[in-house]
């Protein structure tokens, strides 16, 4: 199993452009999770999706944050417009959900993301 | 949530055992404990887990106090790959069964 693919691995950008990262869950996963991990604020979590519906958002900073699941195996994180505090490393994460019991969240390799 | 206090960082002797603590004291009865670890920022990575039980696989140790108030992740023979940030996380019951990472225990395995 190629585990969960992360694109691009890096990414450098200018204050103001759009930005898209982009997320491969492992196949047959049914909830994918996105995070973001800054140095001041450790890794939190910013949206979470079950079956390709967005359950919690709660963590999305701004509406500048946009994230979409248009199929089980693809699922995007877009800034608009792009801020420097918004320079992180965004973490995916996938699992397979069965309900109720134990489960564990698998993580990608991440994206560095650099808003100059 | 339940929140989870580790300390914030350890070392550890080269093919010692290393031993992470980690207190959960609001823990509820049907919380699950996960161990990660974050290797020089890579992805977090999946060690160990457990709810009542102590367990073991091969990467780890997971022992659970019969209280649950607290665990220890053992690693029986350290080596330098092992140098990494540690999390201890207590998973939501229910909803969104969210991970909440705290600051972790950075563990140094020196030569």
């Known amino acids: 199993d190629a585990g969960v693919i992360q694109s691009p691995r890096h990414e450098v950008t200018e204050m103001g452009q759009e930005v898209t990262l982009r997320c491969k869950p492992i196949?047959?996963?049914?909830?994918l999770f996105w995070y973001r991990q800054t140095m001041m604020r450790g890794l939190e979590l910013l949206i979470y999706?079950?079956?390709?519906?967005?359950?919690?958002d709660s963590g999305m900073p701004e509406d500048r944050f946009s994230a979409k699941m248009p199929n089980a195996s693809f699922s995007t994180l877009k800034i608009q417009p792009s801020e420097p505090r918004d320079s992180a490393v965004y973490f995916c994460?996938?699992?397979?959900?069965?309900?109720?019991?134990?489960?564990?969240?698998?993580f990608g390799p991440g994206t560095r993301l650099t808003v100059l | 949530d339940a929140k989870t206090t580790q300390p914030p960082s350890m070392d550890c002797a080269e093919g010692r055992a290393a031993n992470l603590p980690c207190n959960h004291s609001t823990i509820s009865g049907n919380e699950y404990v996960y161990w990660y670890r974050q290797i020089h920022s890579q992805g977090p990575q999946y060690i160990i887990h457990g709810l009542k039980n102590n367990e073991t696989n091969e990467m780890a140790s997971l022992i659970i106090t019969e209280d649950r108030k607290s665990s220890t992740l053992i690693l029986p023979h350290a080596t330098l790959r092992d140098t990494a940030v540690y999390y201890c996380?207590?998973?939501?019951?229910?909803?969104?069964?969210?991970?909440?990472f705290g600051t972790g225990t950075r563990l140094k395995v020196l030569a």
């Open positions: 999706f079950n079956n390709n519906v967005p359950i919690d």
């Open positions: 196949s047959g996963h049914n909830s």
């Open positions: 996380i207590v998973r939501a019951t229910s909803g969104t069964y969210k991970y909440i």
């Open positions: 994460a996938s699992r397979l959900s069965l309900g109720g019991g134990a489960d564990t969240q698998y």
